[in-house]
């Protein structure tokens, strides 16, 4: 795939805006130099504005940020740049994949801190945004997306972990998910545009790289276009889960509980997904394990009288009369 077909993915994808601004998050990594470029192909740098966050948690994260000042006055691009030292590093180094974002999470020792990389980046680009109701762009690729689905596979139960990010997620768009990382580098490298190469992100240390170097190579040792499958098979789960989805809503009919007699008739997968939609419903967070608590529910039902039961995350279920409802429950104090 050459620079202009890069471009022509991108643009085929539909996810830049045409009549709003552009708020592009800049690492100086290639993939999201490659993000910046396109945008201002595709929008005009008068639409696109960039954002750097410098954590100043590696010897050469003002070499980065330097970088990215150069770029944007080269591209024509407004650049803020955010400067955030306010976190220790843990006893091993840096976080890894601290710059446009990862997605598969952190791993021994650096979870703590690639969760405040993400947040203070997240919030900042979030804050950058609201002011002129702007998108937000990161440069996640095929690639990471490959990672992240296989990383979610093992750590992540239920449905959802396979399918991968969205590619849109309310201001959040990732224009690049159809381009892989060797195809971010061809690009710029076609382009002549330099970029930064974090050495971290090779680290042993977290799940990314292990899932990179070990995990992704071992599938396509198995088979030339493992990878390829793997974001079909993501690609064919949205599409069905969006179905699934439409059976739940239809059941629940925006309620927020369900007689238990009718859930006792539905096919067991129903069951599940509509015990998990009413778990999701009263937290806010996806509880994907309370459908696992289907026959409890259903045998505390047949003892009669009033019951509650925990079915995970902080999602209680509550059996009374007859109808199974869920509610909130408190932390858990360690």
Do not use: F
């Not at 990594?29 to 954002?51: F, I, K, N, Q």
């Amino acid at each position: 795939m050459g620079a202009d077909d890069v471009r022509e993915a991108v643009r085929a994808g539909g996810l830049l805006p045409r009549d709003r601004p552009l708020v592009a998050m800049l690492s100086g990594g290639r993939d999201s130099v490659c993000l910046l470029d396109v945008a201002v192909a595709l929008c005009g740098p008068g639409a696109v504005s960039a954002l750097h966050v410098n954590y100043g948690l590696r010897q050469q994260a003002d070499d980065e940020e330097r970088h990215c000042v150069a770029l944007c006055g080269q591209l024509g691009v407004a650049l803020e740049v955010v400067r955030e030292k306010g976190l220790e590093l843990p006893q091993g180094g840096a976080p890894a994949g601290s710059g446009s974002g990862g997605g598969s999470g952190g791993g021994s020792g650096g979870g703590n801190l690639q969760a405040w990389a993400r947040e203070v980046r997240y919030g900042a680009a979030a804050r950058m945004a609201e002011r002129c109701d702007a998108l937000i762009a990161t440069g996640h690729t095929a690639s990471d997306q490959v990672e992240t689905i296989l990383y979610r596979l093992a750590a992540s139960p239920g449905r959802r972990a396979l399918q991968g990010m969205a590619a849109a997620d309310g201001r959040l768009i990732r224009p690049l998910l159809g381009v892989t990382r060797d195809e971010t580098r061809a690009y710029c490298e076609a382009r002549g545009l330099g970029w930064c190469e974090d050495e971290s992100n090779d680290s042993q240390r977290y799940a990314r790289a292990r899932v990179r170097h070990g995990l992704v190579g071992a599938l396509r040792a198995v088979h030339p276009a493992a990878e390829a499958n793997v974001l079909r098979t993501a690609a064919l789960l949205r599409e069905e889960t969006e179905l699934l989805e439409e059976l739940v809503s239809a059941e629940l009919a925006g309620r927020r509980d369900i007689a238990i007699a009718r859930l006792e008739e539905m096919p067991a997968a129903l069951a599940r997904l509509v015990v998990v939609r009413l778990a999701e419903d009263a937290t806010g967070a996806y509880v994907p394990q309370a459908g696992d608590r289907v026959a409890e529910i259903l045998a505390l039902h047949r003892r009669g009288g009033s019951a509650e039961l925990h079915v995970g995350g902080q999602a209680g279920a509550v059996i009374e009369g007859g109808v199974l409802s869920m509610k909130r429950l408190p932390p858990r104090r360690d």
